[in-house]
């Protein structure tokens, strides 16, 4: 599936929101690091993005393909935390598990 | 403008610009998302057609031996070969001019649709298929060159509206994440603000790479500082040969199937996807193959120019330097022709942001200053617009696609039917739309959309045999994602339509709750 | 200033950042094309990439700058300027 970079940059801008304190609103996801673990998490999970987009998509749709993924990913991180917080939040752990399962299946 | 600061200055004609251009832009944006998926929706709206997978070098064989069968003595042969998106190779021809100055030019023949396996005219309803909505996208339907005139201003419109809007907002990264539900304006400016900020690469990419399509149009003027003749320019930029006058001495144009196997092993593989061929059955015949754009970023795909009289290979185009290669890799980022199915529907759905970015921004707009005690005869102009381009144009598409299904396929002028149901409807709604309250006309138009999207997967099940329990059973993929995208799109205007019947309710009961706030809170004032 | 003189400087202002702000733009991108140091098929690539930035970025100071004078001075001015170099240089050989 070609959609790992997406659902990895998912997890990161839900991580990178949980480091914010003003979305990191009780009650909190049941797996959620502290302030300084999510925003160190948020950013790996970055990186391991950027590296599937261009691993999966060569080198030059590699960049067009994590900018528009993340962008969207960002879209519906937004749109879920706007109705349903500590869902879109807590989504973070199965996009990871379901981008990493993909990369091994 | 008013003010003294560069952020004030910035706000105010970032109002204006998205005012002024917004409801065009609106239309650019839906009508340019769509066209994401052209081939698809043209393949949609001829259903009696099946799909054979044909190599190029076949088709192009194969429409070569149809044209030389009815009209051998052309000027110019343009082949658009299928690819795994179209299942149609696409033919313009060019009758050669009366050699007698005086003689009126021959008049242009409307395109061809041939068969690749056969090279027989297609038998499929008469239709414009998603090249409308592509070309509406740009030429506004209006005669040429003023629609793509018109684009092109609204595209530098929104050009300054991002840069301005980028200087206005300054808390880019604080409200990343922000966005509130039920808080009237406060709210508007959430989701213009969410859906500008997480898509603005593609928004500034898109905008900028817009103007650049049409950038021989627009800016011609620095190819007329350096190049005396701009043929010139497109024969060094390019490799288009000016055009050679015939020798009159008949040779038969050779085969053309083994020169486009050969451009593609000079490709390494890559496809071929255009073929010109120029005077053909004459000495000075020429075979110009051109790259398909999937195989790379750059939309200026590479080119091979071969003999049509006996094959030899005879020029390529020019390696590109990084200006040219810069310009044709915009060309290619805005038209997205590399894009595979998980890119295009990224795209797709970017495209659907930028709609939502400019759409909010017309109803901040008014969201803005509907506290006023009475409306003010610009507010309720701007609030009609709105209601016509945000809530009748999504109608005005589906009835487009309606009307593809319930116009009888054989009718005569049917194509023309069609695009006239879509304007039709979208300009005949929003003018009935001004009898209703504005509030009700919001949520009225809002339905009438959805029902119309609704429809489309219920009168293609009726009028086809490709309707969706078919397609499932078959695996008919196209038809499947199509049906499911008009139901999801129905599901979306529905939403909107449930959404605008209920707005008031809320904002009274929160003003009965707690007082009014009466200065605007800093963000408010940031996107003034 | 009367209502009467407001709209005609906007008016001014508004001509001088679309039609000026075209006409700089056009002028300056063609003088890049035209003295890049580069054949000039690219210089002639690279100048039409950045008339749009450049046209962009004319429209919006010329709202930002309080002084129609200024404004006016400096967009119709680069406008001729560039427009009058091009001429004296001819097209490139």
Known sequence: MPLEAGLFAYAAMANLALANPRHRKAPLPPVTFDTRGARAMGIALLAISILFAFTRFGAYQGAVAWIGMTSIAGVALVLLMSRWPRLALGLWLPATAIAALCLIG | ?528 | MTGRAVRTHMVARCATALVGGYAAAAGIASLIARLLPVPRVEATAWGMILSFLIYACFGLWAFHQPRLSVVAAVIWGSAALSIAALFLLGVRA
């Not at chain 2, 009508?31 to 099946?50: D, K, N």
């Not at chain 2, 008469?126 to 740009?138: A, L």
């Open chain 2, 1 to 528: 403008m008013k003010g003294n600061g560069v952020r004030q200055s910035m706000a105010w004609i970032h109002g204006w610009l998205g005012l002024i251009a917004g409801w065009i832009l609106f239309a650019m944006f839906l009508t340019g998302t769509a066209s994401y998926f052209r081939p698809e929706i043209t393949r949609w709206m001829q259903p009696e057609l099946a799909a054979t997978p044909v190599s190029p070098d076949r088709a192009a064989q194969s429409a070569v031996d149809h044209l030389q069968a009815i009209s051998p003595d052309d000027e110019l042969w343009s082949l658009f070969l299928p690819d795994d998106r179209t299942h149609a190779t696409r033919i313009f021809s060019r009758a050669r001019a009366n050699p007698d100055p005086d003689a009126p030019p021959p008049p242009r023949r409307p395109e061809l649709r041939l068969d690749p396996a056969t090279g027989q005219p297609l038998t499929a309803r008469e239709t414009k298929g998603g090249e409308h909505f592509y070309r509406f996208h740009f030429q506004l339907q209006i005669p040429h060159p003023w629609g793509r005139w018109l684009a092109g201003l609204c595209a530098i419109f929104m050009l300054g509206a991002i840069i301005s809007g980028v200087i206005t907002h300054k808390r880019i990264f604080v409200d990343f994440f922000m966005l509130r539900w039920n808080k009237g304006q406060r709210s508007w400016l959430d989701a213009h603000n969410v859906s500008a900020v997480l898509a603005l690469p593609f928004h500034a990419m898109i905008t900028y790479t817009g103007l650049i399509t049409l950038v021989l149009m627009y800016m011609p003027w620095p190819i007329t500082a350096n190049y005396a003749e701009p043929a010139a320019f497109h024969a060094e930029a390019f490799g288009e040969d000016p055009e050679v006058e015939p020798s009159g001495r008949h040779v038969p144009l050779v085969p053309i199937a083994p020169l486009v196997r050969a451009a593609s092993a000079e490709w390494q593989g890559g496809r071929a996807s255009r073929v010109f061929i120029h005077n053909p059955n004459d000495a000075t015949a020429t075979v110009t193959i051109v790259r398909h754009g999937a195989d790379t970023l750059n939309a200026r795909s590479a080119s091979i120019t071969y003999s049509g009289a006996d094959g030899r290979r005879l020029s390529a185009s020019p390696a590109q330097g990084a200006g040219l290669a810069t310009a044709g890799v915009m060309l290619g980022l805005h038209v997205g022709w590399f894009a595979g199915p998980a890119l295009r529907w990224t795209y797709f759905l970017l495209g659907l942001t930028g709609t939502t970015m400019v759409g909010t921004g017309l109803l901040l707009w008014t969201a803005k200053r509907r506290k006023g005690a009475t409306p003010f005869f610009g507010f309720r102009l701007v609030e009609r617009l709105n209601i016509g381009a945000i809530a009748c144009l999504p109608a005005g598409m589906a009835a487009f696609l309606l009307a593809n299904r319930l116009i009888p396929a054989n009718m005569a002028g049917r194509a023309d039917m069609e695009v006239a149901a879509m304007f039709w409807t979208w300009f005949g709604l929003a003018a009935l739309s001004l009898l209703r309250p504005a509030r009700r006309a919001w949520t009225q138009c809002l339905t009438i959309a959805a029902v119309a999207f609704a429809a489309v997967p219920l009168v293609n099940a009726l009028t086809t045999d490709r309707g969706l329990p078919e397609s499932l059973v078959t695996g008919d993929g196209l038809f499947i994602g199509f049906d499911l995208a008009m139901i999801a799109i129905a599901t979306l205007l529905g939403f909107g339509a449930w959404r605008a019947s209920r707005v008031p309710a809320v904002i009274t009961r929160k003003r009965t709750a707690r007082p009014p706030v009466l200065s605007p809170a800093p963000e408010m004032a940031d996107a003034a």
